[in-house]
């Protein structure tokens, strides 16, 4: 099966990768959760009006997105827990941080500015009544929230990370999950980003070392055998 990074490896690349022995599959935990990462507007804008979102992924994150609500509502219908961040700024950008030295703080209604519409959950991203929405300040979902908490309180021993951008966001929560112990997967179409290059590479880093980058259809079949009347 061809991997989204398979066609920038050197032939030297493959050869430190068997020798380091990188990649192998940990596999799917126990007693999974499901982190579901800014799968806002502001990140997937709107058909015929990504102009109007400064931060769009457009049409690649609406189908991620698509695919991360399959999974989420297989994982509700299993009873997995799932955690959906939402990345929001105060208008005054009184909390931003050093990420207010790399880029400006944009004045819009289609941004991630709190109590905007582009700060609100995505089309298709419906919490149920036994998951958790939050709000983060910085790239993982980890970074001064509850969640950790909250996962150990359910017992997981596994997190199934979905949502964007896979670069940033995504790859920050991966990082962190995997330093507290926790087995990763990362559904490759439930992730997204805004330039392709830089997803592939994201996805090729946490597959090394830190995640199984599996297809959906594999995640899929996984939380299908833990619902009620599964496999």
Known sequence: MERPWDH???????????????GR?????????????DAQRYMVGAEGQDHLYPSS???IGRAALAAAAQIVRAAQAAGVPCVFTRFALDPSGSDIGVYGRK????????????GTPGSELAEGMEPGPNDLVLVKKKPSAFHGTPVLGHLLDRGVDSVIVLGGATSNCVQATVFDASSFNLRVC?????????IPISHAIA???MDRQFADVVPMAEVLAFLAGLAPGGA
Do not use: H, Y
């Open 103 to 114: 880029r400006d703080l944009l004045e819009s209604p289609n941004w991630c500015l709190e």
């Open 57 to 59: 992924c457009g049409a």
């Open 203 to 205: 996805l090729f880093d």
């Open 8 to 22: 920038f490896l050197t032939q030297q690349d493959r050869a430190v990768l068997a020798k380091g022995r990188f």
């Open 186 to 194: 990362v559904p490759e179409e439930a992730v997204f980003d805004r």
């Open 25 to 37: 599959r940990m596999g799917f935990g126990r007693r999974p959760a499901v982190l579901v990462i």
